[in-house]
């Protein structure tokens, strides 16, 4: 469940952003979304609450990395550990 919070405010905040610095909105293309993770990182989820996004398979066509790492915590908790690499972007 936290995961799936976590994508979705990610989500929502990066591609403001990235739609804010686009110049012409008519011809622009989604950025290309490419997910690193361990297990079951929810794909059908990501690809259905972040349209904003084209979610790619291969990590050489994708503007945008995000590695997701996950480790167990002494509560029993999770502890999710975001790292994004921008690629051509800028």
Not at 8 to 31: K, N, R, V
Not at 59 to 70: F, G, K
Request: net charge negative; proline share 3%; with cysteine.
């Amino acid at each position: 469940m936290n995961q799936k919070l976590v994508l979705l405010i990610f989500g929502l905040f990066s591609g403001q952003l990235l739609w804010a610095q686009t110049t012409d909105t008519t011809h622009a293309e989604p950025p290309k979304l490419f997910l690193n993770c361990p297990g079951n990182c929810f794909q059908d989820f990501v690809k259905t609450e972040l349209s904003l996004f084209d979610i790619v398979r291969d990590q050489v066509q994708a503007d945008i990395q995000v590695l997701v790492i996950d480790a167990d915590n002494a509560g029993g908790g999770k502890l999710y550990t975001l790292t994004f690499y921008w690629s051509k972007l800028f």
